[in-house]
């Protein structure tokens, strides 16, 4: 879905090149010219939600990076822990550290957290202990602050998940309404400068091409019964 969608946008700005390119050709059309700016105004929306998309999913990648840095923190000194509930034969102590990796990071979010900052709780009155199976002395320091640092992260509002998932609905809106004008209409139009203008008008569907447009497309274009050579 992505990749398709990155080549749609390359196909629109090879196209938009172009129609920049000949715009002294084209610019004495009115009608041609409307459909020109309304290409670019849809095409600006795509890229604006684009964007809004993107910065929304980035607070996802966040939010992953954070949880594995706290539960890679985490890991260590649960199997350090039970090393040495282990050697001191303390069974009350061995249930605190003993979870699995998959374990470590079963349940929901607020669990997990609640988990790792359990650990460390439990791993604080034996530090010490802990420091001499090889523990770095200040690791939970960094586990604390990893477990604070997940809690603000999946405590981010509601509001910027649904951002995210309502700029990509307007996204694949807005590249909808682009297709229709590039295929309905400006595709169309371009056989008024077929003869007159052949190297914009190859070098408009060289650029449609782009993207995954179709050849078999071109026929559809009233009166163009050659495909246009690349």
Known sequence: ?????SFKLQMYDKTDFVLGKYESVWAAKPAFKEIVVLFRENKGLVYENESKQTKSASSSGSKIMAR???LNLAQLVCNLGITYASSTSDKELMPKFNF???ELKEGLEKEVSKRCDDISKAALPILDKLIDLGMPA???DKLNKAVTDYQAVISLPQSIINASKSA???MLKYIAVCDDILKLRLDKMMLLFKDTNPDFYNEYFNARYIGGWSRKDDSDIEGNE???EV
């Open 100 to 102: 699995s990796p998959s």
């Open 68 to 70: 594995d840095n706290m």
């Open 1 to 5: 879905m992505e990749k398709t969608i």
């Open 226 to 228: 050659e495909v246009p």
């Open 168 to 170: 990509k609905e307007d």
């Open 138 to 140: 200040d690791q939970l």
